[in-house]
């Protein structure tokens, strides 16, 4: 099963459909983002209803690999969450754990989306309206003490109109970028504002920063944030 949960691009957020600032806050998961180094194996994500009704909520976890530069998440059963559905009184408190029940070694890095979803209430279904649901997708990361880190090398490529930015993961180790900008020759080139994405260590991964139309000769230079500290690098322009 491919692509499940098409265009979560490493966005560690709920994903709202239809939801007013107040209706979104009513499920709230904590932690955000979850790293475990071996031998830990388990871990809780605390669940709160602050809405003034019960909710129904269900708790999948997917293994998260990257091919092709787009997201895949397949259905795994080498981690758990427990339980994996669950009634949440009004302003309750729920505590759901996720366990590695794999007896593999964590060679390097293994990761996986958590998706909790609440589910549709049909006493509050009416003729003629939108369901209204919240959907959490939280990255969880086993880790062994000496995986390598990221080793990332950047390249532009053209996609029709877009400028594409590549990222070729040769580490063990994923990295997450945001707030991402593009200069070339002093000149703004292009970038993304705010979370762009993550590429796990192996993969490659590719998102558009800017027009294809932009991009001169001269060398370019990257400039983001990532959850290791800044990055400033050189950026090929061969493709």
């Not at 809780?44 to 530069?69: I, M």
């Amino acid at each position: 099963m491919h692509s499940i949960l098409k265009g979560i691009g490493g966005v560690v957020a709920a994903l709202l459909l239809g939801l007013t600032a107040a209706e979104a806050a009513s499920l709230r998961v904590a932690p955000t983002t979850v790293e475990l180094i071996a031998p830990d194996s388990a871990t809780v994500l605390n669940l709160r209803n602050e809405a003034q009704r019960p909710l129904n909520v269900q708790v999948r976890v997917f293994r998260w690999t990257q091919q092709g530069g787009s997201e895949q998440l397949e259905p795994t059963s080498d981690v758990v969450a427990s339980p994996p559905s669950a009634q949440l009184s009004s302003n309750e408190d729920y505590v759901v754990r996720v366990v590695r029940v794999s007896k593999a070694p964590v060679k390097s890095e293994e990761s996986y989306r958590v998706v909790v979803d609440e589910l549709p209430d049909p006493s509050r279904r009416k003729a003629g309206t939108v369901s209204q649901l919240v959907r959490h997708v939280l990255p969880v990361f086993f880790r062994n003490a000496d995986a390598p880190g990221a080793d990332v090398s950047w390249s532009l490529a053209r996609s029709g109109g877009s400028l594409m930015l590549v990222a070729q993961n040769n580490g063990g180790s994923r990295v997450r970028l945001s707030d991402v900008s593009l200069s070339q020759g002093g000149k703004s080139l292009g970038g993304r504002k705010g979370l762009l994405g993550y590429v796990l260590g192996g993969a490659t991964m590719q998102w558009p920063v800017g027009r294809a139309s932009r991009l001169s000769g001269g060398a370019v230079t990257l400039s983001a944030q990532s959850d290791f500290g800044p990055i400033s690098a050189s950026v090929t322009t061969g493709h």
